[in-house]
């Protein structure tokens, strides 16, 4: 798979919806949330229009999209990350959390973090994360985790919620 990263489109946004659709479908943590409130699928065009989406491809096929938020603190948020079911476990989130990671330090925040479903956990662990709380959202309780994105920074529970 010869996998690119680029920036999302405003014309392609109803396109990453329907993405996030299929995925949010297919795992058993957003499921029922999402057939309980289909209208929870929303992805701003003022975050594609900043810059802070972006779409893995290959060889023009849409494989999944991540998006960054800032947040006040200074840090940064993956605010989604999206890969089409059919091809989860192949590294495409791993790959998009590295490129936002990247981004993230490019900007000059000291953490990415995440509000994960709890199904995810592993995936995220494995992507450097770890976790600090959880927070109600839409979806039900998520995991609330972080990364480091700068320097050799001790990542334990007590320094980040310092």
């Not at 479903?117 to 839409?138: D, K, L, Q, S």
Request: charged letters at 25%; hydrophobic letters at 45%; aromatic letters at 6%.
């Amino acid at each position: 798979m010869a996998m690119t990263i680029r920036l999302g489109r405003v014309a392609e946004r109803e396109m990453l919806e329907e993405l996030q659709r299929r995925a949010s479908l297919n795992n058993p943590g957003d499921r029922q949330a999402l057939l309980e409130n289909p209208d929870a699928i929303e992805l701003p065009v003022s975050q594609i229009e900043q810059g802070f989406v972006f779409v893995a491809e290959d060889e023009g096929s849409v494989l999944g999209f991540a998006a960054v938020l800032e947040r006040s603190d200074g840090d940064t948020e993956l605010d989604a990350l999206f890969v089409e079911p059919e091809i989860w476990n192949r590294g495409v989130g791993r790959r998009l959390v590295e490129h936002c990671a990247m981004f993230a330090k490019s900007m000059g925040a000291k953490h990415l973090h995440v509000v994960g479903n709890p199904h995810a956990e592993g995936f995220y662990r494995a992507c450097g994360f770890i976790v600090i709380g959880i927070e109600e959202t839409r979806f039900g309780p998520g995991l609330l985790m972080v990364k480091a994105v700068q320097g050799d920074q001790e990542m334990n529970q007590e320094a980040v919620l310092r």
